[in-house]
Structure formats: C-alpha cells, structure tokens
C-alpha cells in the first residue's frame, strides 16, 4: 500500500537560519498537503499541492511537488521561533484517503 | 465560516469502559469527516472515514466504531476500551475528496 516516509524526524535549527524536510512517497500521488501541529495542538492545514513541479510559498515557507508527484518538500527560510511545531505532509492516493507521514519535529533554538 | 467541534477535551476512562467522542461540524453541508488517532509524538492514523449519513468506512480493524446518525455529526464509539487505546483523537472534515482537512482540537483519551 501507499507509504509515505518524511526525513529527517527531528530538525534543531538555529533562529535565523533555513532548513528543508522532505516527504517522500511509495506511490504516484494525487495531491500532497502540509500541515503544521503546534506542541499541545491539533494540525493545521497549511497547503495543498497538485501539479507536477508546482511550488507555492506562503511567506517564509516554500512548498514544492516532485516532477513524478512522489516526492515534496517544505523549506523555511530565515527560522523564527512561532515555526516551532511538527511539519506532516500527506499524500492523497485513492479516495480521500490521506496517508500522513510521521511529521517533522522543529524544535528552534535562539 | 465553517467550524469544527469535538468534545471532551480530555477524558481519563478505565480500561472495559463504554467510549463515545463526539465531533459536529457547523456552515457546511455534506462533509466528508474523519477520525484519526495520534499516538505520542508520532504521525496519524486514519481510523474511520465518512462520505455521507450512515456510510462509514473503517480503515484500522479494533475495538472502536464509528457513526454518523446526522450529516454534520461523527461519533466515535467503544464497548469495551483497552489501554492500547489510549491517545490523541482528531476528528476533522474536508468538503471535497482530494482537499485539505480541517481538524478540531482533538480529545486526549487515557484509559487507566
């Protein structure tokens, strides 16, 4: 079945500073999405991507889609302390069926 | 707009005990609404999925159930809960198949 495996599973990252997780899928995907659990919160959806190649940005935050649609990354420019938080990506397959990866833990330090 | 709401915030049950977790979803129509399960610090697990009234798909075989007696309403159900059963529960919607969900804040579940 689909899996979908980010990397790395901890980010320690100096304030000011850029980091980029990834998101890698098993299968061809429809769609990925990102989103963003705050420590103590429930995710927040934060982007959906669906064309091959697509990059949107929001800010600080760039999203890309792989060319083959498997594989997605999320890259933080210039890290700020309200970044900290687990990144998840998703990868849409079959029927709403989202598969999420196990996140991303960014833990930032000033 | 549309809002999520899921209940109780918190729950401490012992183990055997009936579960019911509720999740109502306000300023839309015919969503489609999940249950995921999030184990400390790790990713999410889809437990049950909903296209419409009464049809409910289940994605993760166990002790739970899940029901939908109203287009806007999703419950989360046990007869007997384990302690394997406890953590973080989500309920969440999206309008559309292939779109972002939209998660509520989540039920915290210990079962003692």
């Known amino acids: 079945g689909q899996q979908v495996m980010q990397i790395p599973q901890y980010q320690h990252v100096q304030e000011g500073e850029d980091f980029t997780t990834y998101c890698n899928s098993s299968t061809t995907l429809s769609n990925i999405q990102w989103y963003k659990q705050r420590p103590g919160g429930h995710p927040v959806f934060l982007i959906q991507l669906v064309k091959s190649g697509e990059v949107k940005k929001q800010k600080r935050l760039t999203f890309q889609f792989g060319e083959a649609k498997k594989n997605s990354s999320l890259h933080i420019t210039a890290t700020q302390t309200t970044d900290v938080g687990t990144y998840f990506c998703a990868g849409g397959g079959s029927w709403g069926k989202l598969q999420f990866g196990a996140g991303t833990q960014v833990v930032v330090t000033p | 707009s549309q809002t999520i709401h899921q209940w109780p915030a918190t729950l401490v049950q012992p183990v055997g005990s009936p579960l019911s977790l509720e999740c109502t979803v306000e300023g839309t129509s015919n969503p489609n609404l999940y249950w995921y399960r999030q184990a400390a610090g790790r990713g999410l697990q889809l437990l049950f999925y909903?296209?419409?009234?009464?049809?409910i798909s289940s994605e993760v075989p166990q002790n739970l159930s899940a029901s939908r007696p109203q287009d806007r309403q999703f419950i989360l159900s046990s007869k007997k809960l384990l302690l394997s059963d406890s953590g973080f529960y989500l309920c969440?919607?999206?309008?559309?198949?292939?779109?972002?969900?939209?998660f509520g804040q989540g039920t915290r579940l210990t079962v003692v």
């Open positions: 969440a919607w999206s309008l559309t198949r292939d779109v972002g969900a939209f």
């Open positions: 909903s296209v419409g009234i009464g049809q």
